[in-house]
């Protein structure tokens, strides 16, 4: 947390001394004058025949950012306008599974509400399984075999079907208008059959298939007879006040921004088959047992976790009510921004839950050694985000075991089988952290990766470090991301945060939209604003932007707004820029008189990034003294910033910046003045 300069120690007296009142200090300003760097404030005087240096505009870090002019959408306090508006699209799904074809056939009714105040003759709609046919976008971009690559597979939507189905009047019947489409890659123009006026609702009816690929960019996909299905169906995609239509393409690697609405889903698979999917089941006494319903009722008041299926009864043949031919699940959510399921014959099924939420986990008897634990282990995450962040809004959770290695759709988190229970957990309570950030606060994946990357792996912290404190408590587990982020810097190789994630290189998207923010989370809240602001901002900001579609300046306004502090700086270095950090202790003079040592400081910056400057003194007694600086000292002099103080009964051997690297450093050499350490 950030505190003014403090004593430390009531032996030892420390005071700044003005500088026109030490002569003693002379050399030091002389150093000072010498290396005099752009960002001094104050207009420089041209010694005579010297041409005066020609003005220039404010360059330095502390510049006012640059953000989108506020309006009646978006307020100049981060928080949505007063005609702050989305539009929404509802869907009644319905797929089924051919495990002999390896196939999906779908069915959908979209009603899209346009909310916005323009009139809109078409609408893009997102349709993914585009990627995974020959000469795609994605194919081109991403090698064959790699993680997001389509691994040769040919595959891609067939539309049977694709209407609208118009009302003229009130009570009639509606009509069938076969609707003019135009396919780009991943995304789709589809023009209406008229146009749709603010506050009407577009009725769009579709039917396709599409092959289920067997690695479907590590999103989806098919392992024997498991069944892991995403981006299964066409997307509305969204129209917003920041961009009009989004549309970028899907490529693998960037993910998926989508509008709010409610689903209706009906999976039909066969009989053998358990299905996990987005919702809660409407339909338990056609799919499930008896004895299933009936520890689904103890699970649903229960701390511990409840065995819903066993590997035995998946072995005697008795899981399923029957085995023969197909079987329909129904499952309902409200307000959330999509829908998946995943289908296994061979799924053991577990619960538990927390204040009537269920918490669920699926997989297969050979992922047990670690999965068994995988229930409780959905539970805690949703507790600690809950009481946290932002209460959990949906009836349930479910951590599924499959090919994909960390995914997450709403109220599912998709994981491999894992090394071990701690590797496990890492994946299941970041995937599941997904719920909040962006499954609640729907940010814009595809374009600001680390708004959902980043502030998930900021909380993951946290989650980890309360399951697991033997591992490292979250202040831990928050220095080793930042030590992680300090070698990418000292190698060079580190990316802007803010970047679109297709056009990082994939060896580094771990590091640009996962750590790197996380890590300016961390410094914001430990070294800034102080845990007890930032945390106040950070739900602030959940809070204004449940279920609706945030910017990065919306987050900067808010934590400005909440926080109180004004943090164009840290936003430019952090998140917009490539800053890097290198402070130094640049000279030190000292004088003694009497009982009293008088030591001036200047203090070094030699990167364009600020931060404060944690600073320890140790005298030869072995006592330490530690001062902290706010980052604004730089704000006059982003080079030099030069400090006295007077130590009364007390010899000053050794100065350290940053000794507990709780601040990034590129060069950590030149961080110390004097003799080491002294031990008493």
Known sequence: MLTPPVHLSRRTTARPIPLSRSGWSMALIAVVAAGVSPGTAGAQTAPPGVA????????????????????EFRTGSGAPGAKYWQNRADYTLAATLDTA????????????????????????????????????????????????????????????????LVTAAVGA???RMPLTRRVNETMMKVDFAEPLAPGRTAVLDMAWTFPVPEHGADRMGRDGALYEIAQWFPRAAVY???????????????????????????????SGYIVAAT????????????????????????????????????????????TGGMMTWRFSAKNVRDAVWAASPDFQWDASSWKGIMAYAYYRPEAAVNWHDAADQSRLSIIEY?????????????????PISGMEYPMIAMENISNDVYDLYNVVTHEIGHMWFPMIVGSNERTDMWQDEGFNTFINTFSEGRRYPERGDQMARAAEERRMVEQYMVQGVDKPVDMNPDRINPALLGEAAYVKPSVGLQLLRQEILGPEAFDDAFRTYVARWAYKHPTPADFFRTMEDVGGRRLDWFWREWFVENARFDQSVDSVVTRTKGDTMFVGVLFGNRER?????????????????????????????????????????????HIELDPEQRL?????????????????
Do not use: C
């Open 279 to 322: 919702g809660a089941l409407q339909n338990p006494r056609d799919v499930l047992t008896p004895t299933q319903l009936a520890r689904h009722a103890i699970a649903a008041k229960s701390d511990t976790v409840i065995r819903l299926i066993t590997a035995d009864e998946l072995a005697k043949g008795s899981a399923r009510p029957r």
């Open 386 to 402: 809950s009481e946290r962040w932002f209460p959990y809004p949906w009836p349930q959770i479910s951590a599924v075991e499959g």
């Open 52 to 71: 005066r240096p020609r003005a220039v505009a404010d360059t330095s870090v502390f510049a006012p950012l640059v953000l989108p002019t506020p309006n």
């Open 173 to 175: 019947s509606p009509r």
């Open 609 to 653: 990034g600020v931060l404060p400057v944690r600073a320890r003194f140790t005298f030869s007694d072995g006592s330490t003294q530690d001062l902290v600086y706010p980052a604004e000292v730089w704000s006059t002099n982003s080079r030099q910033y030069v400090r006295e103080y007077a130590f009364v009964n007390k010899q000053l051997v």
């Open 664 to 680: 990034l450093d590129v060069d950590r050499k030149n961080n110390s003045w004097g003799t080491k350490r002294i031990t008493p």
């Open 101 to 164: 074809a390896k196939t999906v056939k779908g069915e959908l009714t979209l009603r899209y509400t346009n909310r916005s105040p323009d009139t809109l003759r078409f609408m893009w709609l997102q349709v993914e399984q585009n990627a995974f046919r020959s000469k795609s976008l994605n194919s081109y971009i991403f090698p064959e075999a790699s993680r997001f690559g389509a691994r040769g597979f040919e595959g891609g939507y067939t539309f049977s079907r694709l209407d609208q």
């Open 240 to 270: 917003d006040d920041v961009h009009g239509w989004n549309i970028e393409p899907y490529l693998g690697q960037g993910e998926f921004y989508l509008d709010y609405g409610d689903y209706n889903l009906a999976i039909t698979v066969p």
